[in-house]
């Protein structure tokens, strides 16, 4: 009885100085007078997975998904969760803490539980003030492992539109990381070399398709060491030419989240804040356009290419009332047969899931080399193929009207412009100049005529106006993109 007393005061003596040693930060349970409600929706049918809502009292707009972290092994869900809710609703953001469930050897519990999460806010844009094009993502150290993994693996309608990272789980080695999230998240699959890189998230950054993003860590973090984790995933977007920012504090440690004690709080809210508002949101009922293409779409060679390439600039041309997304891929072909397809990739999906009410394609440069071209019977039914899937109504032989050939543009059926190549001035990489005048853009032509599309002729147009291109003359520089851009965007607003 004596020892069980001793024990039972060292612990109350442990309790008191851990408490005298940690800030105050009062009720959690109370919300911040920028708050308008506060309410909690289950994730799964039993419960074990919520979602805490927050919503501001005059609204931005914005949305952010919380994602607290804990090693994947519990929940530090108040400072790296709810406690964040103030300041966010005070900037007119509305604000949703995701309780997700351990992964227990099954990783799909805690990545279905967000991606639900992101989904029930989307859904429910119009009833909270929310825009659906602006909602993200906000993990904290394994969390933040989780929302860079919504942010690269996710389907695009479950992906955020940006992306903010507090001292980010990033790699998956437990060599490099932290053993604990690395061993929670993939289980047995510790093992294997190729799901270790698949989900370390840096290795699956995709250029124009992974959201913008903002890293926040401290160099004396010895948790989640900075160089093997969140730079990586800097690394990767700014080499993908991707938005990324990173905030590295000289102290801090790990895991203050939202925390007072955090000595560079005030500076760190106060960039990130700035971050937030700078963030372009398109408007709800902005027309939607898909680029689709290869590197020249894409935008190989210049420098921040989803800034600076053809389709950013003819965002700018166009201006708000359109919302114009980057789907090119360097290498491909529409040919289904060639070396690199276009139909094979993510950004095919992405641009179908975009559900865009307009689509230039712009596909068959690659083609043109000899490897490639020797299936080019098949160019026109994969053309094809790509047109009747963006518009299956197409596959059916139309009514014309008598008024007009005209084909009427709607969310479910966009207008489609096919863009010929513009020119190979010389055959690097086996690009041939002569395919693509004599075999390639006659398809286009004709195909276009078959089913009352619009041809874009760049092969014409661009060259005309002295278009800048880069030595390789193949792919357009930042002021052949832009004549580009011009060209295109022409043709939309007529």
Known sequence: MKRFLQLAAFALLFVTGVQAQMPQFGNQNQTSQATARKFTLNLTEDGKAQMVCFLPKTSSGKAIVGVPGG???????????????????EQGIAYFVVNYRMPEGDRTKPIGDVEAGIRIVRDSAAVWGINPNDVGIMGFSAGGHLASVISTHSAFDVRPNFTILFYPVISMDERVSHMWSCRNFLGEDQKNPAMVRDFSTNNAVRRHLTPPAIIIMSSDDNLVPPVTNGLTYYTAMRNAGNECALMLYPSGGHGYGFGPWFPYRDEMLGTLGKWLKARQTPKTDA???????????????????????????????LGDKYWVKNFGVSARTM???????????????????????????????????PENWKYGSEFRQDLVQMITTLRPDLAQPAKKSKKSKKLVATPQKPQIFLCTPIPAVKSTWNISDEVITNEII??????????????????SLFVGDGAGMLDDGIHPDAKGARRMAEIVAAEITK
């Open 287 to 317: 027309i939607r356009v898909a680029c689709i293409g290869n590197s020249i779409t894409d935008g190989h060679g210049i420098d921040l290419a989803p800034a600076n390439g053809y389709p950013a600039q003819m965002q700018k041309i």
């Open 442 to 459: 006659p398809i286009q032509q004709d195909v276009a005529k078959q089913f009352g599309l619009q041809v874009i002729d760049l092969h």
């Open 71 to 89: 090693g994947y092994s519990v929940l530090s869900n108040t400072h790296e969760g709810t406690m964040a809710h103030g300041w966010l609703n």
């Open 335 to 369: 040919l289904n047969k060639g070396d690199h397809p276009y139909m094979n990739e993510m950004a095919w999906r992405d641009a179908q899931a975009f559900k865009p009410d307009v689509v230039v394609i712009k596909l068959g440069t690659n083609d043109s080399k």
